[in-house]
């Protein structure tokens, strides 16, 4: 299993931009596809972008193709999701993922190890 704990998340206008950060310990973080998610009030979770192990194979929700680009330093063990021109139905508590197996992936279930997630409130 991979541990995962998210940052960067905050309160900003909209049209600004974030960049959350996730690290990852585990030795195995490098041979994982990994992912964000979001989940606003009342709403389920949803896929927001996802990337393979190389960091060359990537996919986003169409909601944020565009404004937003996930990226990986294995070197690092961390996982980003660089977020321009921040709308407000952008707001959300953001989770990041990481599977044991597989290749990327859209869906909550295909993900086994979960941060605890963290706040983005986009003001209008």
């Known amino acids: 299993q991979v541990q995962l704990v998210e940052s960067g998340g905050g309160l900003v206008?909209?049209?600004d931009s974030l960049r959350l950060s996730c690290a990852a310990s585990g030795r195995t973080f490098k041979w994982n596809a990994v992912g964000w998610f979001r989940q606003a009030p009342g709403k389920e979770r949803e896929f927001v972008a996802s990337i393979g192990w190389t960091g060359s194979n990537t996919d986003y929700a169409d909601s944020v193709k565009g404004r937003f680009t996930?990226?990986?330093?294995?070197?690092k063990n961390t996982l980003y999701?660089?977020?321009n021109s921040?709308?407000?139905?952008?707001t959300a508590v953001y989770y990041c993922a990481?599977?044991?197996?597989g290749a990327i992936s859209t869906k909550?279930?295909?993900f086994a190890s979960w941060g605890q997630g963290t706040q983005v409130t986009v003001s209008s």
């Open 98 to 101: 990481a599977r044991l197996l």
């Open 81 to 83: 999701l660089q977020m």
């Open 13 to 15: 206008q909209a049209g």
């Open 70 to 75: 996930i990226s990986r330093d294995n070197a």
């Open 86 to 90: 921040l709308k407000p139905e952008d």
């Open 108 to 110: 909550v279930a295909d």
